[in-house]
């Protein structure tokens, strides 16, 4: 019964390059959701995603980011030509749908960019 | 502008001491979570309430949603240090979590 997969859990990147963070949701859930944490702070929604679809990307910065959950596979958050501020810990978290929505998190994808 | 506070922002303590930690809106949330999150891990749910004036026990954890939906808070009674860590709060919106700062608790032995 696993829970929710991020990988790679640690990542390092040069400025300009790209990342790519990838989110298994736990089994049966198919609505995913992406934080940003900086430290010392609580996090800050992203985007949320359903099977194809894009639901609210209201967090997410216009430019450089975008999120997609395809229907075979992980969800990915990619972030292209990175810069030292993009450094955070990135999370995120899976719900089966339904209310009261229920969210449960993954442990994390630390992007440290240098 | 935080829609979400969460009070105190500190909060050193004795084994065996009582607390309570608060968050606070002036939004009304459908639902609101509590999680405690360990340094270098995901934050982990601990409850979900729904209805205003709901309370919830979790061991020696008691949470309380306002009568309005607007704040809520976790009472912990004889705390130990393995409940050290960032509590956050989270109210649910239409379509996503607005999420508080965090109250970050150190229980001491």
């Known amino acids: 019964n696993a829970g929710v997969m991020q990988n790679p859990r640690h990542l390092v990147r040069r400025r300009g390059q790209e990342a790519r963070l990838r989110c298994s949701p736990m089994?049966?859930?198919?609505?995913v959701y992406w934080y940003r944490q900086l430290p010392e702070e609580g996090l800050k929604f992203m985007v949320y995603l359903q099977k194809e679809n894009i639901i609210d990307e209201s967090g997410m910065p216009k430019e450089r980011f975008s999120a997609e959950f395809p229907k075979e596979g992980p969800s990915i958050l990619r972030i292209q030509q990175v810069v030292r501020g993009d450094s955070a810990a990135y999370f995120c978290?899976?719900?089966?749908?339904?209310?009261?929505?229920?969210?449960?998190f993954g442990p994390g994808t630390r992007l440290l960019v240098l | 502008t935080q829609l979400l506070e969460q009070s105190p922002q500190f909060l050193s303590i004795q084994e065996g001491e009582n607390l309570t930690v608060y968050c606070n809106s002036s939004?009304?949330?459908?639902?609101l979570q509590w999680y405690r999150q360990e340094p270098g891990e995901g934050p982990v749910l601990l409850v979900t309430v729904v209805t205003g004036g709901e309370v919830k026990k979790l061991k020696r954890l008691t949470f309380q949603f306002g009568d309005a939906r607007k704040d809520s808070s976790l009472h912990i009674t004889a705390a130990q240090p393995g409940d050290t860590g960032l509590y956050l709060c989270?109210?649910?919106?239409?379509?996503?979590?607005?999420f508080g700062p965090g109250t970050r608790l150190s229980v001491l032995p």
């Open positions: 989270a109210g649910a919106r239409s379509q996503n979590f607005v």
């Open positions: 939004s009304v949330f459908s639902s």
């Open positions: 978290a899976s719900s089966p749908g339904g209310a009261p929505v229920t969210q449960y």
């Open positions: 089994k049966g859930h198919s609505h």
